[in-house]
């Protein structure tokens, strides 16, 4: 009968190969397609920090802008869940922008840029997302018109609730709808209350015994 078990010295290399494998994994994968760059925390789409637009003969300035995204933003807006730490920003025609993009929460959250020429960033959109907390860098260069661009989270009900911003270029040609703290809501958000007999007979319910319970439990004691 032939032997089909492997030399001593074979089945050694093949343990050794598996113990080596598993101390050194593969390294994440970094995709890049046309204009993204993507991996698993997070993706830059249309990053440009050295293409001009056809009507800038030059660079104004260059600026460097810090954005955070979270929770803890939207405090200081009623009725608002999410949001940026600024909503508004100016810059030069021609300005390259340098922005760094910091998610404070766990969640997912985006800054996008649309209203951009096409034929430089595709879909007129810059993007950079985060899944959960993290950092993004990446440069955008911004034509010569006066114009305002809308910034926010695509994700559904993000920019909805709170995370809206607006960046200007040259003063901007006016406020874009529902930033917070900026310009008024398309539509508010609204909570009526249906005061019909029977609702108000359970609050007056709920309040008596909101003042009764207290004092029967003192009065047991």
């Known amino acids: 009968m032939t032997d089909l078990t492997p030399p001593t010295t074979m089945k050694t290399a093949l343990i050794l190969s598996l113990l080596l494998l598993a101390a050194h994994p593969a390294p994440a994968a970094m995709h890049h397609h046309a204009g993204m760059v993507m991996d698993e925390k997070g993706m830059i789409m249309n990053d440009n920090p050295d293409t001009l637009p056809r009507d800038c003969q030059k660079l104004s300035e260059t600026v460097d802008i810090t954005i955070h995204a979270g929770q803890q933003h939207a405090t200081r807006f009623n009725g608002k869940m999410f949001a940026f730490d600024q909503q508004e920003w100016h810059v030069k025609p021609c300005a390259k922008i340098n922005i760094t993009f910091i998610n404070d929460d766990q969640i997912r959250h985006q800054l996008m840029i649309h209203g951009l020429p096409g034929y430089l960033y595709p879909e007129g959109m810059f993007h950079l997302e985060l899944n959960g907390a993290g950092e993004l860098k990446a440069s955008l260069i911004m034509p ?19 995370m809206k911003a607006q960046l200007k270029v040259d003063g901007g040609d006016g406020d874009l709808p529902s930033i917070p703290g900026i310009s008024a809501a398309v539509k ?20 008596l015994a909101g003042i009764a319970v207290p004092f029967f439990i003192l009065k047991l004691k």
């Open 188 to 207: 508010a958000d609204s909570y009526p209350v249906d005061w019909t007999r029977t609702n108000v007979g359970i609050l007056l319910l709920c309040a």
């Open 144 to 162: 010569s018109q006066k114009k305002t661009y809308l910034v926010h989270c695509e994700l559904p009900q993000h920019a909805e609730k709170g």
